[in-house]
Protein backbone atom coordinates (compact mmCIF):
# COMPACT_ATOMS: atom_id res chain seq x y z
CA UNK A 1 0.00 0.00 0.00
CA UNK A 2 2.52 1.93 0.58
CA UNK A 3 4.44 1.57 -2.64
CA UNK A 4 1.26 2.49 -4.20
CA UNK A 5 0.90 6.05 -2.40
CA UNK A 6 4.60 6.58 -3.17
CA UNK A 7 3.98 6.27 -6.95
CA UNK A 8 0.69 8.20 -7.18
CA UNK A 9 2.52 11.28 -4.98
CA UNK A 10 5.71 10.88 -7.47
CA UNK A 11 3.14 10.57 -10.35
CA UNK A 12 1.52 14.33 -9.06
CA UNK A 13 4.97 15.67 -8.36
CA UNK A 14 5.99 15.23 -12.01
CA UNK A 15 2.75 16.28 -13.52
CA UNK A 16 3.23 19.82 -11.58
CA UNK A 17 6.48 19.97 -12.30
CA UNK A 18 5.35 19.90 -15.92
CA UNK A 19 2.59 22.24 -16.00
CA UNK A 20 4.41 24.36 -14.03
CA UNK A 21 7.72 24.44 -16.10
CA UNK A 22 6.17 25.29 -19.52
CA UNK A 23 4.95 28.50 -18.21
CA UNK A 24 7.77 29.84 -17.79
CA UNK A 25 8.81 29.30 -21.59
CA UNK A 26 7.71 32.05 -24.08
CA UNK A 27 7.33 30.62 -27.83
CA UNK A 28 10.88 31.04 -29.85
CA UNK A 29 11.51 33.38 -32.70
CA UNK A 30 12.69 32.30 -36.03
CA UNK A 31 13.82 34.07 -39.24
CA UNK A 32 13.74 33.58 -42.78
CA UNK A 33 17.27 33.42 -44.16
CA UNK A 34 16.84 32.74 -47.68
CA UNK A 35 13.86 31.31 -49.83
CA UNK A 36 14.34 31.18 -53.85
CA UNK A 37 12.57 29.37 -56.50
CA UNK A 38 13.97 27.52 -59.62
CA UNK A 39 11.19 26.25 -61.79
CA UNK A 40 8.98 24.25 -59.21
CA UNK A 41 11.33 23.51 -56.46
CA UNK A 42 11.62 26.00 -53.91
CA UNK A 43 14.41 26.17 -51.66
CA UNK A 44 15.20 27.71 -48.04
CA UNK A 45 16.83 28.04 -44.57
CA UNK A 46 15.83 29.92 -41.35
CA UNK A 47 17.42 30.09 -37.91
CA UNK A 48 15.59 30.27 -34.71
CA UNK A 49 17.35 33.73 -33.05
CA UNK A 50 15.61 33.45 -29.88
CA UNK A 51 14.45 29.64 -28.35
CA UNK A 52 12.10 31.26 -25.53
CA UNK A 53 13.80 29.59 -22.96
CA UNK A 54 13.33 26.20 -24.96
CA UNK A 55 16.29 23.74 -25.84
CA UNK A 56 13.74 21.23 -27.23
CA UNK A 57 12.15 21.73 -30.65
CA UNK A 58 9.11 19.66 -30.98
CA UNK A 59 8.96 20.36 -34.38
CA UNK A 60 10.61 22.85 -37.20
CA UNK A 61 9.52 23.20 -40.95
CA UNK A 62 8.00 25.78 -43.51
CA UNK A 63 4.22 26.45 -44.91
CA UNK A 64 3.55 28.23 -48.08
CA UNK A 65 0.19 29.27 -49.72
CA UNK A 66 -0.93 30.64 -52.28
CA UNK A 67 -2.92 33.43 -50.43
CA UNK A 68 -1.09 36.13 -48.31
CA UNK A 69 -2.07 34.64 -45.03
CA UNK A 70 -0.22 31.76 -43.72
CA UNK A 71 -0.26 29.45 -40.89
CA UNK A 72 -0.27 25.29 -40.25
CA UNK A 73 -3.84 25.32 -40.55
CA UNK A 74 -4.21 27.47 -43.72
CA UNK A 75 -1.26 26.03 -46.17
CA UNK A 76 -1.82 25.05 -49.58
CA UNK A 77 -0.78 21.64 -48.83
CA UNK A 78 0.44 20.13 -45.49
CA UNK A 79 3.36 21.82 -44.02
CA UNK A 80 6.31 20.16 -44.33
CA UNK A 81 7.99 19.19 -41.60
CA UNK A 82 12.17 19.41 -41.63
CA UNK A 83 13.90 18.16 -38.68
CA UNK A 84 11.10 16.65 -36.20
CA UNK A 85 12.22 16.57 -32.16
CA UNK A 86 15.51 18.12 -32.62
CA UNK A 87 17.43 20.74 -30.91
CA UNK A 88 19.04 21.81 -34.14
CA UNK A 89 18.72 25.96 -34.36
CA UNK A 90 19.64 26.59 -38.35
CA UNK A 91 16.87 24.43 -40.92
CA UNK A 92 17.09 24.23 -44.76
CA UNK A 93 14.67 22.57 -46.94
CA UNK A 94 13.77 22.03 -50.24
CA UNK A 95 10.29 21.05 -51.77
CA UNK A 96 8.52 20.59 -55.13
CA UNK A 97 5.97 23.25 -55.59
CA UNK A 98 2.87 22.26 -57.37
CA UNK A 99 2.45 25.15 -60.15
CA UNK A 100 4.83 26.48 -61.86
CA UNK A 101 4.30 30.66 -62.55
CA UNK A 102 2.76 31.04 -59.34
CA UNK A 103 3.14 33.28 -56.69
CA UNK A 104 3.52 31.73 -53.08
CA UNK A 105 4.00 33.46 -49.69
CA UNK A 106 6.75 31.41 -47.68
CA UNK A 107 7.21 31.13 -44.14
CA UNK A 108 9.20 29.13 -41.59
CA UNK A 109 7.99 27.91 -38.28
CA UNK A 110 9.39 26.09 -35.09
CA UNK A 111 6.99 24.48 -32.41
CA UNK A 112 8.13 24.47 -28.92
CA UNK A 113 6.38 23.31 -25.53
CA UNK A 114 5.28 27.22 -25.38
CA UNK A 115 3.69 27.55 -29.23
CA UNK A 116 4.20 28.12 -32.54
CA UNK A 117 5.99 31.12 -33.63
CA UNK A 118 6.53 32.29 -37.75
CA UNK A 119 8.89 33.96 -39.54
CA UNK A 120 8.08 36.87 -41.93
CA UNK A 121 6.46 35.95 -44.81
CA UNK A 122 8.23 36.20 -48.19
CA UNK A 123 6.74 36.27 -51.66
CA UNK A 124 8.61 33.74 -53.80
CA UNK A 125 7.39 33.57 -57.91
CA UNK A 126 8.02 30.55 -59.79
CA UNK A 127 8.83 30.70 -62.88
CA UNK A 128 8.90 28.32 -66.17
CA UNK A 129 12.55 27.27 -67.21
CA UNK A 130 12.25 27.22 -71.19
Known amino acids: MKKIKFIVA ?25 CTANGKTLTGSAVITDNGGCTYF ?16 EVYTTAVVVNKSCYEEEFE ?25 YSEKQAVSTVINN
Open 10 to 34: LCLAVMILAMTGCQKFRPATVELKS
Open 58 to 73: IEQGFCFSILDTLSLS
Open 93 to 117: WTHELPMADTTYYVCAYVKTNAGVS
